[in-house]
């Protein structure tokens, strides 16, 4: 165990459905994380969050969209997803973004399938 | 494009011998690297990190940084079966950490 949360961890889903993806930290971090991991690839930053801001957002899809109410929670909307955003997401945390050095710790992830 | 380039493998090494896994990446002004292991269908685990020039030492893991070749390796010594996994190397660059797409490891009784 990380300290990091992720529900749920399988979804299904077609292609017009919304569903959300949550994370919670239990490591008083200031930082919060969303990766995907798509077979064969590496693990891709879709987006930072810093003290509830959105600091990095790498070119996702709009149909992606993410939330952080407080520095404990991370969500992640999806809607109208394609088949090819099936993959397994995974959310991180860290002390502090700013810092070079602070180590991101990472939940054991969404396996999410689009139909 | 800042990359980080891994030897996918699969790295076959037998019980009790030294893994090693390297790693290069091409943002020259990386501060800070680190290796995770990931078993398969779970998530990244942090095993190392290291900042510096050098030799840093955890147990049976041992991570050599080289900025000037821009080089990173991790040494798994007296390698077990349950070290088989994949390690990801990953570079930080600003507040994002850049991934290989990781060697696989296999330890073979």
């Known amino acids: 165990e990380t300290g990091v949360t992720q529900t749920p961890r399988h979804l299904v889903m077609g292609m017009t459905n919304k569903k959300s993806l949550k994370c919670e930290q239990h490591l008083g971090h200031n930082a919060m994380y969303w990766y995907k991991q798509s077979a064969k690839k590496p693990l891709e930053l879709m987006f930072v969050?810093?003290?509830?801001?959105?600091?990095e957002n790498n070119s996702v899809p709009s149909r992606f969209s993410p939330e952080c109410p407080n520095s404990s929670h991370l969500f992640l909307h999806l809607h109208t997803l394609q088949p090819e955003d099936s993959a397994l997401y995974l959310c991180?945390?860290?002390?502090?973004?700013?810092?070079?050095?602070?180590?991101?710790?990472f939940g054991p992830g969404t396996r999410l399938t689009v139909l | 494009q800042k990359e980080v380039e891994q030897n996918s493998g699969p790295l076959s090494v037998p019980e009790g011998a030294i893994a090693s896994l390297n790693c290069t990446y091409s943002?020259?002004?990386?501060?800070?690297f680190f290796w995770y292991r990931q078993y398969s269908g779970k998530s990244p685990e942090l095993i190392m990190f290291i900042y510096s020039n050098g030799d840093k030492e955890d147990g049976r893991f041992t991570a050599q940084l080289n900025k000037a070749s821009q080089y990173v390796s991790l040494l798994i010594r007296d390698s077990q079966p349950s070290d088989s996994a994949t390690y990801l190397c990953?570079?930080?660059?600003?507040?994002?950490?850049?991934f290989g797409k990781g060697t696989s490891l296999l330890v073979t009784p």
């Open positions: 990953a570079v930080r660059s600003g507040y994002a950490l850049n």
């Open positions: 969050y810093s003290l509830e801001e959105r600091v």
């Open positions: 943002d020259r002004g990386s501060q800070s």
């Open positions: 991180a945390s860290s002390q502090d973004r700013g810092s070079s050095y602070n180590e991101q710790f």
